[in-house]
């Protein structure tokens, strides 16, 4: 990987040239208890006792159990277009006859949800997240470029790239977005390498995307190509002899390959023991959306990499905090020869 080594040595050095460097600098939340009257204190949050649990709890269903306005379930039914808004009518109505508005809602089970160790309902999380909430407050009070980023939050990559055996991760606000910004990232190391700003077709980055790849990549490659700084070739799913064809046919030397690890919709995993082999035969840079596989795959979480035994050779990770883990965020993990402290 010397090659991709020098080019994003080049770009940062450009990028450094510009003054558009990004510098992280933590801002350091006060971790003083906050003070607390009596009743307070009693009621306080030990955080000190987790709690495990080996069977199914009570909490583990309300993820699953559901209710939706019996109006919203017909329209759905009839796939008609639905604004939502007859249930906050309905839920308005509810607290004057609570006895004939019951009969309102229907009562549903849902199996689409991506809450797969079901922690967004588990005590010591929420408490956890409680406790956090008393001693520093809610939201981050500013951007991650102002004042928003904070000591916790680079902790909390520092804890994210251990997990995926990678050298440095950043943050961001969903998996959607880290996918969107890595894919325009990579256009811009082409733009930054060229004097013109606009590199000829040999220049480009050449982006090989599976068939089946999330939206959120499809997209960032989109967004990329509109700065006609990417070439795009789709290969058919999961199909390295289609995909070993169309690297052997490049002619230009940066190239990427980008897979999920686990594809959703249909449940298969990207073959990466494959994709090492054609990674070291092409020299190209191999990322992995591993959303649905990040805690979940693997002896200690670490996705479908870690399950297949091919960190190594997984240049950058995409993962999401949305799933697995219960809450919210995404984020992208990489080996040390991509500082992602850079702002393209």
Not at 5 to 12: G, I, M, R
Not at 78 to 85: E, L, R
Not at 148 to 177: M, Q, V, W
Not at 306 to 321: H, M, Q, R, Y
Request: with cysteine; hydrophobic share 40%.
């Amino acid at each position: 990987m010397s090659s991709w080594d020098s080019w994003v040595s080049e770009a940062l050095s450009k990028l450094e040239s510009l003054k558009l460097l990004r510098s992280l600098r933590p801002i350091h939340l006060s971790g003083e208890e906050p003070k607390l009257s009596n009743k307070e204190a009693s009621n306080a949050l030990d955080l000190g006792n987790f709690e495990i649990f080996d069977e199914l709890q009570p909490w583990d269903r309300s993820s699953v159990e559901v209710e939706m306005e019996e109006a919203t379930f017909q329209r759905w039914l009839q796939d008609t277009p639905s604004p939502g808004d007859e249930s906050i009518w309905s839920r308005q109505e509810a607290n004057y006859n609570l006895v004939s508005s019951s009969e309102k809602f229907k009562k549903l089970l849902l199996f689409s949800g991506n809450d797969y160790l079901g922690l967004s309902s588990h005590p010591t999380v929420g408490k956890a997240v409680a406790r956090a909430v008393q001693l520093h407050g809610m939201g981050p009070r500013g951007s991650a470029l102002i004042c928003g980023y904070t000591n916790y939050h680079r902790l909390l990559e520092s804890c994210l790239a251990d997990l995926k055996k990678k050298e440095d991760c950043i943050l961001c606000p969903t998996g959607f977005a880290a996918n969107m910004a890595l894919m325009v990232v990579l256009g811009n190391i082409g733009s930054l390498l060229v004097s013109g700003g606009k590199p000829l077709k040999d220049e480009r980055v050449a982006i090989f995307s599976d068939a089946l790849n999330h939206a959120s990549i499809i997209d960032g490659i989109r967004l990329a190509e509109r700065q006609k700084a990417v070439e795009v070739s789709v290969y058919r799913h999961c199909d390295m002899l289609h995909l070993d064809e169309l690297l052997s046919n490049c002619l230009m030397k940066k190239k990427v390959v980008v897979t999920d690890g686990l594809f959703s919709m249909d449940g298969d995993f990207a073959p990466l023991a494959e994709l090492a082999e054609l990674r070291r035969k092409h020299g190209f840079l191999l990322i992995v959306d591993d959303a649905h596989g990040t805690f979940v795959c693997g002896e200690n979480g670490g996705g479908v990499p870690e399950a297949f035994n091919c960190e190594k050779d997984v240049d950058i990770c995409i993962g999401t905090l949305s799933k697995a883990a219960g809450c919210h965020g995404g984020f992208i993990a990489c080996r040390y020869f991509l500082p992602l402290g850079a702002n393209y």
